[in-house]
């Protein structure tokens, strides 16, 4: 069940909430500070949050736009790379799926302080889907990309959107013996009627 928004709704995905996708890359564009990169709290990693975040987008443009774990650990193969710090090479202690993993979790906690919202800090990178290339395994099809990204094209935004979703209904029905959260899960039920499945 795909969850799409009507016509004209706005819908809030972080601090780039609009109803033109095209706004959050908009936003990132004219903004001429850089952001301000952290890694996620709890983690531990060698190399700078900022310098990491780069490093991702290069390979990403690299691989055609695609940025898949897959691709981060070919990359930083290379003993110059900033992220090759942060892998296990030791092919006695970690093989290439446990780099796999390892390139996930640097994925998942690259943070970033837009510059025009500086008082909140978000994920830099989201799995997303994407059709797959002929002759790839269907397992190919789940890459990461930045939120201007995924609010720039129409099939990402949808399938975030669809996934933020299915998580607030699933926190719903967890705590709805919650009464202190009754407000919050009215809200929930109008934005869910303003959005066709």
């Known amino acids: 069940m795909a969850w799409q928004g009507r016509a004209g709704r706005d819908f809030e995905l972080g ?9 959050g890359e908009q936003l990132m564009a004219k903004s001429k500070k850089q952001p301000d990169h952290s890694w996620q709290k709890g983690t531990s990693f060698r190399c700078d ?45 970690a093989g290439r799926l446990y780099r796999i993993v390892q390139a996930k979790h640097i994925l998942r906690s690259i943070m970033v302080r837009p510059a025009e919202s500086p008082q909140h800090v978000v994920r830099q990178f989201y799995p997303v889907k994407r059709a797959p290339i002929a002759g790839e395994p269907v397992s190919k099809a789940m890459v990461y990309s930045g939120m201007e990204a995924i609010l720039a094209d129409p099939d990402q935004r949808a399938d975030l959107l669809n996934r933020a979703l299915k998580e607030l209904i699933a926190v719903q029905k967890k705590f709805r013996a919650l009464q202190e959260l009754a407000p919050v899960f009215r809200a929930l039920n109008e934005v869910l009627e303003t959005v066709e499945p």
């Open 49 to 93: 949050a900022g310098e990491a975040a780069a490093a991702l987008e290069e390979i990403r443009s690299a691989t055609g736009g695609r940025l898949a774990p897959g691709d981060i650990v070919d990359a930083a193969k290379s003993p110059a790379h900033v992220l090759h710090g942060d892998f296990e090479w030791d092919n006695k202690k």
């Open 15 to 23: 601090v780039f909430a609009d109803t033109n996708a095209k706004r």
